[in-house]
């Protein structure tokens, strides 16, 4: 493409990115917060960081998970998710939504283990998941205590609290990643665990 043709193709400042909404600044060529070309919204970000939190994106973390559980599966492993979710809050908008994910995000990556892989599920409204490789159920329960324990403490500075829900996958048959986020969805409403695969 010549560069006249990408310079007349920049959105002007104030528009929003047209893969994630964000607003562009000026004369960008890639989104800041997604780090999709500004011309082709459809391609794949640049980085599998979240720049919120410093935890992987959205886009990397359901990976992740997908190859844990086949690692589970294949190895007959126990493997434990964790997702955080803040209380809502009706005065929460986009600006408060990134301060409660960063505070959430520190929280939980100085908490969980070296092994445990935390990331961003959702910027708006804000969610963490993290994955607990070979955790049964015992430990899934003890590392989502400290995890709810630190981000409480994080929050309780913004007057926020979360929740969080817990699924245990046992190694009896494969899943996928949609099904075990859907769980963690579930055990967030009820306060209850999920055991899949048993």
């Known amino acids: 493409m010549p560069?006249?043709?990408?310079?007349?193709?920049r959105p002007q400042g104030?528009?929003?990115?047209?893969a994630c909404g964000v607003p562009l600044p000026p004369a960008a060529n890639f989104c800041p917060n997604c780090g999709v070309r500004v011309d082709e919204p459809d391609a794949q970000p640049l980085h599998i960081v979240d720049r919120t939190t410093g935890l992987f994106n959205d886009r990397f973390i359901r990976p992740v998970l997908e190859d844990e559980l086949?690692?589970?599966?294949?190895?007959?492993?126990?493997l434990g998710v964790v997702l955080i979710e803040p209380i809502p809050d009706g005065r929460a908008g986009r600006e408060a939504d990134g301060e409660v994910l960063r505070l959430m995000g520190g929280a939980v990556a100085a908490t969980l283990r070296d092994?445990?892989?935390?990331?961003?599920?959702?910027?708006?409204?804000p969610a963490l998941l993290a994955v607990l490789p070979?955790?049964?159920v015992a430990g899934t329960a003890h590392a989502a205590n400290r995890v709810l324990d630190a981000v409480n403490s994080?929050?309780?500075?913004?007057?926020?609290?979360?929740?969080?829900?817990?699924?245990?996958?046992?190694?009896?048959?494969?899943?996928?990643?949609?099904?075990?986020?859907?769980?963690?969805?579930?055990s967030l409403q009820s306060g209850r665990p999920e055991l899949l695969g048993r």
């Open 70 to 78: 086949s690692r589970a599966h294949r190895y007959a492993r126990p």
């Open 14 to 18: 104030g528009d929003g990115c047209l």
């Open 115 to 125: 092994v445990d892989t935390p990331g961003v599920l959702s910027l708006h409204p």
């Open 154 to 186: 994080a929050l309780a500075t913004r007057g926020r609290r979360a929740v969080l829900g817990i699924v245990c996958v046992q190694s009896r048959e494969r899943l996928r990643a949609g099904a075990v986020i859907d769980a963690a969805s579930r």
């Open 3 to 9: 560069l006249g043709d990408l310079f007349r193709r």
């Open 134 to 136: 070979e955790t049964d």
